[in-house]
């Protein structure tokens, strides 16, 4: 969800507006998301009338730090083989694109 960092304060309508949605997903569906980013702590929310205001609590870096991190000890359980297999794609993507960073916002 790194639109959240780049759009700041935002509705669900509006991140699903910026979101490349190529299996056309509903507001709803980003709205469920980000919902589950308040829920892990990386973004606050708001109600302006009828709509949700999400906006980023905490540093872009961080929020990938903490997911990267639940992801080794939940999902690979730090096995070494998984961290082997984790390592050699992280290098190989590292030559195929650049690294994906949040945009500044234009004060």
Not at 7 to 31: F, K
Not at 36 to 56: E, N, S
Not at 68 to 96: G, V
């Amino acid at each position: 969800m790194l639109i959240c960092w780049s759009l700041g304060p935002s509705t669900a309508v509006r991140v699903h507006e910026h979101a490349d949605s190529p299996q056309g997903r509903d507001y709803r569906t980003i709205a469920t998301l980000l919902n589950r980013m308040v829920r892990k702590g990386f973004l606050g929310v708001h109600r302006d009338g009828k709509q949700g205001v999400y906006t980023p609590v905490v540093p872009f870096e961080r929020a990938v730090h903490e997911e990267i991190r639940r992801f080794l000890e939940e999902t690979l359980a730090l096995q070494p083989q998984a961290l082997k297999i984790l390592s050699d794609e992280l290098a190989a993507a590292q030559t195929k694109r650049p690294q994906m960073r949040p945009t500044r916002r234009a004060s």
